[in-house]
Each structure stands twice: as structure tokens, then as C-alpha cells.
């Protein structure tokens, strides 16, 4: 098993109920595997799944099958509303 | 003062244009982001809360920054951005471009917070007068 930090912003801070927790994963879990766990959690993440960018350790992951690895940062990004 | 930075505290723009300008810079260029009363769809707002991830909003800031100086060489730029709880007036952003001359100033300031807002990791929530909020997603 690993398990990694996952950081929420905004909206999906607010459905997932926390700003930071840690997920267990089994090894070789992927990104869509992170997403799986979150929506156990609470299933409206699904509402901005076509929109979050899942961000692993500050660089916004291109495609979710990208592999996570124990002690990894998963941040949470809905669309942006700085400014 | 750093050139980018995420602040909980008021923003001072006088402190942001002494950290940007230099004795080459003929001209300086300030944009601020205030918190206004009306949201776009004309409800009453009574303040806003912004958060952010720290660490890629500094990084996607000093991104900006540098494509701001391959487009307009020469020209110093400064980001600095609150996050908490902001009232009506409060400053929640300020972009300063430092140049030699006017139109790279006004022009690199204009692309930072155009940039800044399309794709720097900070969110906004409207709170409104009647209790309720909303997140805000910025149009790009």
C-alpha cells in the first residue's frame, strides 16, 4: 500500500470535506485510481470531473493514467477565479 | 519584499513598486484588483474569500514573469496576490510592470494579470448580502 497527501481547493475542498488528507492507495495506482477513492468519499466530485486538473507533486498531470507513488502531493484544481 | 508573493494582510503598492522599480525605469505601470460590491450577474456582494496553492501560484507567477521579459525585454515585474477574507475595496491583487518606457510597462502589466487570472491556482468565492456564495470561475 502507499499513501499520498491530497490537497483541496475551493469547491471540491468543500464536497471532500477537508483541505488536506491522506488517501491510501494500493501499489501501482494510478491517478484515475486517486480519483476512484475521492468519489467513495463523496460522488458529487464527480459533477467537476471534466473540468479539475489533478495537480501530483506541482506539475499538472497530463493524462490520469500517470502512476503515484507513496509520499506524492495530489492537488485538487478546479477552474481558477484569481484577480 | 519579494517580486511574487501570497499575502494574508493588506497589499501595499507602494512597497510592491519600490520592489519592481529601478533607476533605469522611466516608466511604471500599476494594476490593482479590488473587491467590488456588484458580482457579473448583479447580485449584491458583501466581501470575498480567496484561497490558493501557495507553492504553483508563486511558481506559475515567476512563469508569467519570465515570458512577460521575453516579450517586453527590460521590464520588471512584480505579483502580488491576498488570500482570506477581503472586504468591499480591500486590494486582492496588484500587478506592477517597471520599464524603461511607457508601452512595455502598460502592455507587460496587462499580460501578467491577464495570464495571473487564466491560470495562477487561486480560487474566489463571492459571498453575497443575502448569506449565500459561490465560487467564481474567471472566463479566459
Known sequence: ?83 | MSLFAIVRDRIDPRTLEGAVWSDACGGVAMFLGVVRNRAHDGRSVSGLSYEAHEAMALAEFASIAHEAGERYPGVRLGIVHRIGELRIGEIAVAVCAASAHRAQAFDACRYAIDELKSRAPIWKKEHYTDGTGDWVANEC
Do not use: Y
Open chain 1, 1 to 83: 500500500m502507499l499513501t499520498v497527501r491530497v490537497r483541496a481547493f475551493a469547491r471540491m475542498r468543500e464536497l471532500l470535506g477537508e483541505r488536506e488528507f491522506d488517501l491510501v492507495l494500493p501499489e501501482g495506482a494510478t491517478l484515475v485510481d486517486c480519483w476512484e477513492a475521492l468519489r467513495t468519499r463523496n460522488n458529487k466530485v464527480d459533477s467537476l470531473a471534466s473540468v479539475t486538473r489533478i495537480a501530483r507533486n506541482g506539475r499538472v498531470a497530463a493524462l490520469l493514467d500517470e502512476h503515484v507513488e507513496n509520499g506524492d502531493e495530489i492537488a485538487l484544481l478546479p477552474p481558477v477565479g484569481g484577480g
